[in-house]
């Protein structure tokens, strides 16, 4: 159940980032997106957490 959402929403965040497929400064775009990497696997491990 858990890695399955994982992937699924690392998934819809590689979708979106893919779709946003012309920046105009391609590091602030890079900085945002291991932003929200982080913020994702930091979430899923407090979530991992949870339930042990």
């Known amino acids: 159940m858990l890695p399955t959402y994982i992937k699924l929403s690392l998934s819809v965040i590689a979708q979106s980032s893919s779709s946003k497929n012309v920046p105009a400064h391609p590091r602030t775009n890079d900085g945002r997106f291991h932003s929200v990497l ?12 949870k339930f042990n």
Do not use: W
């Open 38 to 49: 982080i913020l994702l696997l930091f979430s899923s491990s407090q979530i991992i957490l």
